[in-house]
């Protein structure tokens, strides 16, 4: 499935991200009410690209019902990957390094994975 993950879009992702928050199949009139900015055709033509792509599932009831084959953690844990391996030959440590230097991590953002940091290396003992 990474080939799905790797063509979704970021108009697509959109989509995606509406299917995630609900724990429901959802139909288009649903989706549309939930990305109300959108032209419904634009919407239509999104699901189908992701259901082409195996990112979303389409079921036939009285109506479409559309979710998502694609779980959110999936899709982040891929493209963080990806982008480590494109901008920082592959680096997690430079590209924290680049999250402190620009001030993307906070203190307290620091502080909370030094704890986890420590609870897996505890956990390791």
Not at 39 to 63: F, H, P, S, W, Y
Not at 86 to 91: D, F, K, T, V
Request: one cysteine or more.
């Amino acid at each position: 499935m990474s080939e799905a993950k790797e063509k979704i879009t970021d108009t697509e992702l959109e989509v995606m991200q509406v299917l995630w928050e609900t724990e429901a199949p959802m139909t288009l009139a649903q989706i549309k009410a939930a990305l109300s900015g959108r032209n419904g055709d634009t919407i239509k033509t999104l699901l189908r690209r992701l259901c082409q792509k195996g990112a979303v599932a389409q079921e036939k009831r009285e109506v479409y019902y559309y979710r998502p084959l694609v779980g959110k953690e999936e899709l982040g844990s891929y493209r963080i990957k990806k982008l480590i391996d494109r901008l920082y030959a592959g680096s997690a440590k430079a590209l924290t390094a680049t999250l402190v230097r620009t001030e993307q991590l906070k203190q307290h953002d620091l502080e909370e994975l030094q704890e986890m940091f420590s609870g897996l290396w505890e956990e390791e003992k």
